[in-house]
């Protein structure tokens, strides 16, 4: 720390729910609710043909018409994101149908096993914020909030899961070496 540097103190309430590992129950119900609607929607397009099958990408065109008929009709749909989907996605809509459906699987499993949360939660919430974008409203508000609390909380959110091995090996939060406030390794349950 310089010595022109102020460090703001972090408040009680922010302290426990984003770095205290007695928070991570609560952040362990948010992952397993958000994980199990991601993988339940990520299921439903894989085992459907129009999504991943022989009729791949007709699902998300058909999508992507009606987004496209919302920004014409000059509702919910923006005019850049409409561009994006006219002219990027649509000519590949078989291929990010793949992304999608295995994108939504792989958010949910990583969010239910607690392995690298806030990395799932951020791509959960880049999805729910392009389905929002593209005129789709259902559970996408909700989830995005959630989305972005888990990420917010991604040092403590996969404690009771995955994580609690996981970061440590990579080196994070807590890092490689003991200090005063960190650990090597993650304490037993």
Do not use: C, Q
């Amino acid at each position: 720390m310089s010595k022109h540097e102020i460090v703001i103190p972090e408040n009680p309430v922010s302290h426990f729910l984003f770095s205290s590992t007695r928070a991570g129950v609560i952040w362990l119900i948010i992952r397993l609710y958000v994980g199990y609607t991601w993988v339940t929607s990520g299921w439903g397009k894989i085992t459907n043909p129009a999504w991943t099958g022989d009729k791949a990408g007709t699902a998300l065109t058909g999508f992507i018409k009606g987004a496209l008929a919302k920004a014409e009709a000059g509702k919910d749909v923006t005019g850049w994101y409409a561009g994006f989907l006219e002219h990027f996605v649509l000519p590949n809509a078989k291929v990010f149908g793949f992304v999608v459906a295995f994108g939504e699987l792989l958010v949910g499993l990583g969010l239910i096993l607690g392995l690298l949360t806030g990395i799932a939660a951020f791509f959960g919430g880049v999805m729910n914020a392009s389905f929002l974008f593209a005129g789709t409203l259902s559970t996408n508000p909700i989830l995005f909030i959630l989305a972005t609390w888990l990420v917010l909380a991604w040092k403590n959110a996969g404690w009771y899961g995955l994580d609690r091995w996981a970061l440590p090996f990579l080196g994070t939060p807590w890092g490689r070496k003991a200090s005063t406030e960190g650990f090597k390794s993650a304490p037993p349950l």
